[in-house]
C-alpha cells in the first residue's frame, strides 16, 4: 500500500506564492485576481489620500488662522471682540503643534511610500537595461561608472516628471483660506490635494537631484580586497552569524520562497543548533547574530518550533540576538500574496507581537531602549515590555482594534535595540528595524531604515567614543556588485534609502561591521569604509540532498588594532542534509504495521 500521491512531497499548492516555481507575472495575475477592492480603497485612503489632505491643508489652516488674528486686530471693539481673538490666539498657540506634526508625518509617510521607491525603481530599472545590453557593464570598472551614470540619469528623469506635474495641477492649487471657507471644508478638499502633490513633487524634483548626485560621487560597493590579522593583544569576539532560518510550523511543510524545490521541514536547523554547539564547547562563541527572516511566515506555531528547538542549547540562547524580518512581519497570507492588510490590522500587530515575544524570551535583559528624550540608553526590553504586559495580553486574547493600535504605536518605539558594550572599549550591538510598512504579502519585502532609528543609532554610539559595534538589520543596505539575474532582485529587496544610509554610517565604518541577510547571498565587501557582510540562508537550498553553510566571524579590537575594529577571514561552518528516503520510509512503515497485526 502506497499513497497515490505521497503528502510528504507537497503539491501545487506548496508553490502558490513561490518566485522559485513560479513567474513573477503569474504571481502578479494570483494578486489581481483574488485581491479584495474593499480594503484596498481603505488602505489606499489611510496611507495616501488622509495624509494627502493633512499635508494640503496645512497651509490652509495656517493662512486662515493668521488672517481671522488679523482681522480681529483691525476690528477690535467692544469686549467680545477681544475675547473671539485671545479665542483665535489660544486656539492656533495649542493647535499648531499637532497641526506640524500631523503635516511632518503625512510628508514623511509619502516620502517613504512613493518618492524614495520611486527614485530607487527608477536608478535600478536603468543599470538593470544597460547591463543586459552592454556586456562591459559586468565588468568592475563598468559597473561603477553604470551606477554613477544610472544615478544621474534617474535623478534627471524623477527631476523631469516632478516638474511636469507641477505645471499639471498647479492651477487647482490654492494657498490662502480665510476663516469663511472652513464653513464649507468640502470646497478645501481638491486644492489642499493639488497642494500636496504639489509639495511632494517639489521635493522630488529638489531630492532626486540630491539624491542622484550623492549617489554619482559615493564610493561604490565592492568585494572586500582583504582581511585583517587579530590583533595582537587586543580584545577579540567569535560570532556566528546565521540568517534567514525561515523555520515552518509543520513537520513536513515547504518554505513560500523555494516551494517544493527546497528541504522541508525543520530537520536542516536541528543539524545547525547541533554544530553551532559543537564550536561553543570546543571554543567558546560570544554571539550568535539572527538577522531576520527566523520564520517563514510569522506564524505562532513557527515561533513555538524556533523556541523548542533553541531551548535544547541554553548555552547558545544565552548568546542568540535576533531581530525582525519582512518573513516574521509582513506575510499577510504565506497562500495568497493579493491578500491584503489594512493599517492597523490586529493581524499585523499580532505578528509583531509574536516577534517581540521570542525576542523578550531570547535577549530581554541584555538589550536596551533609547530614552529619546535624554539620548541615553534606558531601560531593558523585557522591562518596557513588562509594563505593557496588559495590552500585550488584550491583543494577545482579543485581536481588538483598540489594542492594535496602541501596541503599534509601543512597537514604533522600540527600535534600535542596543546591547551595550561590556567596557569601554568592548563590542556592542545595534538592532534595527529594517521593515518598510506594506499591507500586501505581495510588497512584503520593501525595506527601509527610519531617520528616526539613524539618529538613535548616532547617539548610541556617541555614547561609547572607545567602543567597536556590530550593525545588524535584515535587509541588504546596497546591491551587490554583481549581474541580477531578474529585475525582482533590484528592486523590492534592497533598503530604499540604503545610499543614504551608507553615507550615515560612513564616518564611523572603522569602528563597526555592517551584518544583514534577506536577499540570501553569501558576500563580504565594502562601501567607502563600511564594512558589509551578508549572510546566506543555511536552509534555503535549491537541492534538499545538498550542503548549505553559514559563517563564524573573528572580530578584534584594541592594541596593535588601535580603535579599528578588524575583521578575520571567517571560517565556512557546512550543514549536511538528512538522507532522502520517502518512500522506502513509508512502504516501510506500512509493512511494518502489517507484520504487527499478523
Known amino acids: 500500500m502506497e499513497p497515490l500521491v505521497d503528502p510528504r512531497r507537497g503539491d501545487a499548492e506548496d508553490d502558490a506564492s513561490s518566485p522559485a516555481t513560479r513567474s513573477f507575472i503569474k504571481l502578479a495575475g494570483s494578486l489581481f485576481a483574488e485581491i479584495s477592492l474593499p480594503k484596498l480603497i481603505f488602505a489606499w485612503t489611510s496611507l495616501i489620500l488622509v495624509p494627502g489632505l493633512l499635508l494640503g491643508a496645512a497651509p490652509l489652516v495656517v493662512t486662515g488662522w493668521v488672517d481671522t488674528l488679523s482681522g480681529r486686530i483691525t476690528a477690535l471693539a467692544g469686549f467680545s471682540s477681544v475675547l ?161 532560518l525561515h523555520v515552518v510550523g509543520e513537520r513536513y511543510g515547504f518554505r513560500i520562497e523555494c516551494g517544493r524545490r527546497g528541504p522541508r521541514g525543520n530537520g536542516r536547523l536541528v543539524r545547525i543548533l547541533e554544530r553551532l554547539a559543537a564550536l561553543h564547547a570546543a571554543e567558546p562563541l560570544d554571539l550568535i547574530m539572527v538577522t531576520g527572516d527566523t520564520t517563514d511566515a510569522g506564524r505562532s506555531a513557527e515561533w513555538a518550533e524556533f523556541l523548542d528547538l533553541v531551548s535544547r542549547h541554553p548555552e547558545l540562547a544565552a548568546r542568540m540576538l535576533l531581530l525582525p524580518g519582512n518573513h516574521d512581519l509582513n506575510i499577510v497570507d504565506r497562500a495568497n500574496p493579493a491578500r491584503l492588510d489594512v493599517p492597523f490590522s490586529p493581524a499585523k500587530q499580532l505578528r509583531r507581537l ?55 504605536t509601543f ?133 534538499e540532498a545538498a550542503p548549505s553553510v553559514f559563517y563564524l566571524h573573528g572580530l578584534s579590537s584594541g592594541a596593535g588594532a588601535g580603535p579599528r575594529l578588524r575583521l578575520a577571514e571567517p571560517e565556512q561552518i557546512i550543514v549536511q542534509p538528512e538522507a532522502p528516503s520517502l518512500a522506502s520510509d513509508w512502504r516501510d512503515a506500512v509493512g511494518t504495521r502489517r507484520a504487527g497485526r499478523r
Open 411 to 543: 512597537w514604533d518605539n522600540l527600535f534600535p535595540l542596543v546591547m551595550p558594550p561590556a567596557t569601554d572599549d568592548g563590542l556592542g550591538v545595534i538592532l534595527l528595524n529594517s521593515n518598510a510598512e506594506t499591507h500586501f504579502s505581495f510588497t512584503n519585502a520593501l525595506g527601509l531604515v527610519s531617520h528616526e532609528q539613524e539618529a538613535a543609532l548616532a547617539a548610541t554610539i556617541r555614547q561609547y567614543p572607545r567602543a567597536s559595534w556590530i550593525v545588524a538589520l535584515h535587509h541588504h543596505l546596497i546591491e551587490y556588485p554583481r549581474p541580477a539575474r531578474a529585475f525582482f532582485e533590484r528592486v523590492g529587496t534592497a533598503l530604499v534609502n540604503g545610499s543614504w544610509f551608507v553615507r550615515q554610517l560612513d564616518p564611523l565604518g572603522d569602528r563597526l561591521v555592517v551584518m544583514h541577510g534577506h536577499r540570501h547571498v553569501d558576500w563580504i565587501g565594502q562601501c567607502g569604509a563600511v564594512r558589509i557582510v551578508s549572510a546566506p540562508s543555511p536552509v534555503m537550498v535549491t537541492d
Open 84 to 244: 473671539l481673538l485671545l479665542l483665535v490666539a489660544v486656539v492656533g498657540w495649542v493647535g499648531w503643534r499637532p497641526l506640524f506634526r500631523s503635516a511632518e508625518r503625512s510628508f514623511w509617510s509619502l516620502n517613504a511610500l512613493a518618492i524614495q521607491p520611486g527614485y530607487a525603481t527608477s536608478r535600478e530599472a536603468l543599470r538593470h537595461v544597460v547591463e543586459r545590453l552592454s556586456p562591459s557593464a559586468t565588468l568592475p570598472a563598468g559597473r561603477a561608472r553604470l551606477r554613477s551614470l544610472s544615478a544621474i540619469g534617474a535623478a534627471a528623469l524623477i527631476a523631469v516628471a516632478a516638474i511636469g506635474v507641477i505645471l499639471l495641477v498647479w492651477p487647482s492649487t490654492r494657498w490662502t483660506a480665510d476663516f469663511i471657507d472652513f464653513a464649507r471644508p468640502n470646497r478645501l478638499v481638491r486644492p489642499a490635494l493639488a497642494n500636496a502633490v504639489v509639495l511632494v513633487a517639489v521635493y522630488m524634483a529638489i531630492a532626486s537631484i540630491s539624491w542622484g548626485y550623492a549617489d554619482s560621487t559615493m564610493a561604490p560597493p565592492v568585494d572586500l580586497e582583504g582581511f585583517d590579522l587579530p590583533a595582537a593583544g587586543g580584545r577579540s569576539w567569535r560570532v556566528a552569524h546565521l540568517s534567514d
Open 354 to 408: 509574536r516577534t517581540l515575544s521570542a525576542m523578550v524570551t531570547l535577549q530581554g535583559d541584555r538589550v536596551r531602549l533609547l530614552n529619546r528624550d535624554r539620548g541615553v540608553l534606558g531601560q531593558t526590553l523585557a522591562a518596557a515590555a513588562g509594563r505593557k504586559q496588559d495590552l500585550i495580553h488584550s491583543l494577545a486574547e482579543t485581536a481588538s482594534l483598540g489594542s492594535a493600535v496602541q501596541f503599534a
